[in-house]
């Protein structure tokens, strides 16, 4: 496995790019401009609260490589207050959603980074990752893909979630 | 000879950006396109299966995505050149407020059907897993090309592979 990593400083936004062309970009939305993004898109204002709390990033990939790259989500990992865990998925989020509108579940669940992708050369995708973290805290990720039959990883430090 | 490189450069960042421009990938197997019965903005229903005997392009779109509102001008210009091959073009707004998208369609003076997928059923029958996600559907009902991500839909290399289909076998 091929690893990189990366110090990002506080909550500040993060491009990194691996060695075969893969562009990786991470960038904190406050907890206010969340709550008003999902209201927007009809969720109860409970659950827009509640999201926007969590730890909420958006997240772009890029692959400027000259192969398909496959990215899962779930192979995403995640380390703060002490503890490694995955990265929560689409379907995570399902409990709390049930309230929800059918129309509004449907937004949220399309407006997040996609569990699992493949990208071809030139294509790129982005969305929302939400790390179930509460506000200010900090963490590092790691994220990976496979990249031409070969596991990529990319490590960022000293991450923090975003605070209003 | 200054303005020579300065030509020189410029070819090469042209040349370099038609090569980074990615094209349509090819759905392996063609699977049969799910159909699907849409309303317009003006509330007329729209059903994939009653366009059988075209090409059709079906664009899976939101107002929030920016990648989407990127490729909403091109895909214009695009429709501009397929509506005169006899090609149709979807663009699906999925799970959103019928007047949001009507606000962005006026704003972007966009002249294809737009349809609505208020609760997102009709994309998760589709292999889609974000937006944007375009289908070029063929004349047959099958899905040939696929396009994670925007691209720019005037681009010639683009519009002869969806033009192509109406030649193929």
């Known amino acids: 496995m091929k690893a990189l990593s990366w110090l990002a400083v506080g909550i500040l936004a993060v491009s990194l790019k691996s060695a075969q062309g893969v562009a990786f970009h991470i960038d904190p939305h406050r907890p206010s401009w969340v709550e008003a993004f999902y209201l927007a898109r009809g969720l109860p204002r409970s659950i827009a609260h509640a999201i926007s709390q969590a730890c909420v990033f958006h997240v772009r990939m890029e692959n400027r490589s000259q192969a398909p790259i496959h990215v899962r989500v779930e192979r995403w990992r995640i380390k703060a207050l002490g503890k490694e865990r995955p990265v929560k998925g689409r379907k995570a989020w399902d409990a709390l959603l049930k309230e929800a509108p059918k129309a509004a579940r449907a937004s949220f669940y399309w407006t997040l980074f996609p569990d699992d992708i493949i990208l071809q050369p030139g294509e790129g995708i982005m969305g929302i990752a939400i790390f179930d973290l509460p506000p200010g805290t900090p963490f590092s990720l790691t994220v990976s893909w496979q990249e031409d039959g070969e596991d990529v990883a990319l490590s960022l430090s000293d991450l923090r979630c975003p605070t209003s | ?169």
Request: negative net charge.
């Open chain 2, 1 to 169: 000879m200054r303005s020579f490189l300065i030509g020189l450069l410029l070819v090469v960042i042209l040349f370099s950006l038609v090569l980074a421009m990615p094209s349509l990938t090819e759905v392996p197997g063609h699977p049969k396109a799910p159909d699907f019965a849409l309303p317009d903005l003006d509330g007329k229903v729209h059903r994939l299966s009653d366009y059988r005997g075209k090409v059709v392009v079906i664009n899976f779109w939101a107002t929030w995505c920016p990648p989407c509102r990127k490729e909403m001008p091109s895909l214009e210009r695009a429709w501009q050149v397929l509506r005169k091959e006899g090609i149709m073009l979807f663009a699906i707004d999925v799970a959103e407020d019928e007047n949001a998208v009507f606000a962005f369609v006026a704003e972007h003076d966009l002249s294809f059907p737009v349809l609505l997928d208020e609760e997102g059923g009709v994309i998760g029958r589709w292999s889609a897993k974000g937006l944007p996600t375009t289908y070029v559907v063929d004349p047959e009902g099958r899905i040939v090309y696929k396009a994670t991500g925007p691209r720019e839909w005037d681009d010639a290399s683009i519009l002869e592979q969806i033009i192509a289909l109406k030649r193929a076998p």
